[in-house]
C-alpha cells in the first residue's frame, strides 16, 4: 500500500503563492504518474495537474496552466505543486494522488490518495 501525506495548505490573498508537498511512502513506484486534483465545498473532485515518473513529462489543467507548476523528488519520495498568481475560484481542498499508469485526469485511474490540504484564497 501507498501512503500520502499533503501538506503546505493555508489563507493566502489573491495574487499571493502556496508550495503544496506530499509526502509518499509504502509500495511506491517511481515508474508511475502522480497528481494533484482538487475539491470545492458542493463540487466533484477534479483534476489540477500530473507528473510523469522520472518528473520530465506535466499536463496540467486549462483553469491553472501557467501559474501552477507540479514537480516530483523520488529520492525524497516527495511531490510539489507551486502555486502562483493565487484566485479565489483556486479555493480547496487539494489532495495528492499515485499510482496512474498513463498522464490521467480522472480519479479512478489513481490508486491511492492522501488526506488533503486546505487552500483558501481571499479577495
Known amino acids: 500500500q501507498v501512503q500520502l501525506v499533503e501538506s503546505g495548505g493555508g489563507l493566502v490573498q489573491a495574487g499571493g503563492s502556496l508550495r503544496l508537498s506530499c509526502l509518499a511512502s509504502?509500495?511506491?513506484?517511481?515508474?508511475?504518474?502522480m497528481g494533484w486534483f482538487r475539491q470545492a465545498p458542493g463540487k466533484e473532485r477534479t483534476f489540477v495537474a500530473t507528473?510523469?515518473?522520472?518528473?520530465?513529462?506535466?499536463f496540467y489543467a486549462d483553469s491553472v496552466k501557467g501559474r501552477f507548476a507540479i514537480s516530483r523528488d523520488n529520492h525524497e519520495n516527495t511531490l510539489y505543486l507551486q502555486m502562483n498568481s493565487l484566485k479565489p475560484e483556486d479555493t480547496a481542498l487539494y489532495y495528492c494522488?499515485?499510482?496512474?499508469?498513463?498522464?490521467?485526469?480522472?480519479?479512478?485511474?489513481?490508486?491511492?490518495w492522501g488526506q488533503g490540504t486546505q487552500v483558501t484564497v481571499s479577495s
Open positions: 507528473i510523469s515518473g522520472s518528473g520530465g513529462e506535466a
Open positions: 494522488a499515485h499510482g496512474a499508469r498513463l498522464p490521467a485526469v480522472e480519479t479512478f485511474e489513481y490508486n491511492a
Open positions: 509504502g509500495r511506491t513506484s517511481s515508474m508511475l504518474y
